[in-house]
């Protein structure tokens, strides 16, 4: 009898290690997936034995009870996090567990351009990959509304950067970080602007900086163009800038500013109007802001292009000229007339 009960306790023990080395076995072996990549929805709340029915109802090739076993054995089946994933082929029980824990949500990412203005970002908006367009057919004075901003124009109020988001956010969402950003970088530069600029609030230092973010070349100007626009702005000199007159335009600039379009006013005609234009023209960069309010120390009045990105500074309408003349014109200062 003794030898009975030895011979069944054997037996079972070896049954029990087989299964072991067979669920061992399993959790490693790649899930079979109906695509290379399958979309998989944790809502917030979602069971552990709910999370692995919704991975087979994805088409994962996977009995939905032995995953639910697989979680509890973990002994992580409480920790897994709601969320929108992307499986990939390869994935194993055990590394979806561990992306589920982990909470390694499937994400996309949007550049925000330094220089783009709010059309642009709207448009790159649309075109984001898996992200949802919250905002389609809404004004941009109502979005705005909606970001707790009613009555502000929307130009230059969100900052610049790399967006990283899950697939299912809404392009409100990322507006609201962009926003929340360009508050933070804004704040932190007009803390650290010089003394006695000729700039009253954060808000003209934004536009300052939006209108050196366009007209800048080259880093290396930067913060030489902004000392030439705070030195107009302290002599009360017009700032004469032309992405401010075809900002004013708006879409009927067909990529040719003529002199016609120096001559028609319009509150952002920086030739025909003194002082700063109503709003930003653009979205500024860390760099154009800092820019702005640490304007580099220098008397120039006049910046011509030199074509190749770079600008030659002038102290004198005499000097800008000649600068014109070698730049723009093709005249050598040096050539005597009649040689």
């Known amino acids: 009898m003794r030898r009975f009960f030895l011979t069944l306790f054997l037996l079972a023990a070896f049954v029990v290690l087989g299964a072991g080395a067979a669920g061992l076995w399993w959790v490693n072996q790649p899930l079979k997936l109906p695509a290379p990549n399958v979309d998989l929805s944790v809502e917030p709340g979602t069971t552990p034995r709910g999370i692995a029915q919704a991975v087979a109802d994805t088409g994962v090739d996977v009995p939905p009870q032995l995953l639910y076993l697989w979680f509890r054995f973990s002994g992580q089946d409480r920790q897994m996090r709601a969320g929108s994933y992307e499986l990939e082929r390869g994935i194993t029980p055990r590394t979806l567990l561990s992306v589920l824990v982990r909470g390694e949500e499937a994400t996309r990412s949007l550049v925000l351009v330094e220089g783009w203005n709010f059309r642009q970002v709207r448009a790159a908006l649309a075109k984001a990959e898996q992200l949802k367009p919250d905002t389609v057919g809404q004004t941009d004075e109502e979005v705005m509304t909606r970001l707790g901003r009613p009555g502000m124009h929307p130009e ?184």
């Open 156 to 339: 230059g109020r969100f900052f610049p950067d790399t967006y990283t988001y899950s697939k299912g956010s809404t392009d409100f969402a990322l507006l609201q970080r962009a926003m929340r950003a360009m508050d933070k970088k804004l704040e932190a530069a007009w803390a650290a602007r010089a003394a006695d600029l000729p700039l009253k609030t954060p808000d003209e230092a934004l536009i300052l900086a939006s209108i050196v973010e366009k007209e800048t070349g080259k880093a290396q100007d930067r913060s030489e163009i902004a000392a030439v626009f705070i030195n107009r702005l302290r002599i009360g000199m017009p700032l004469q800038t032309d992405p401010t007159v075809i900002y004013g335009m708006g879409t009927r600039f067909d990529g040719n500013l003529r002199k016609k379009d120096l001559q028609t006013d319009s509150p952002w005609n920086t030739y025909l109007r003194n002082g700063l234009p109503p709003t930003p023209i653009a979205m500024p960069g860390k760099a154009a802001l800092l820019a702005a309010v640490q304007p580099a120390q220098s008397k120039s009045l006049y910046f011509v292009s030199r074509g190749d990105g770079t600008s030659h500074f002038s102290s004198s309408l005499d000097e800008h000229n000649r600068a014109v003349n070698r730049y723009q014109r093709g005249v050598d200062p040096n050539q005597r007339s009649g040689q």
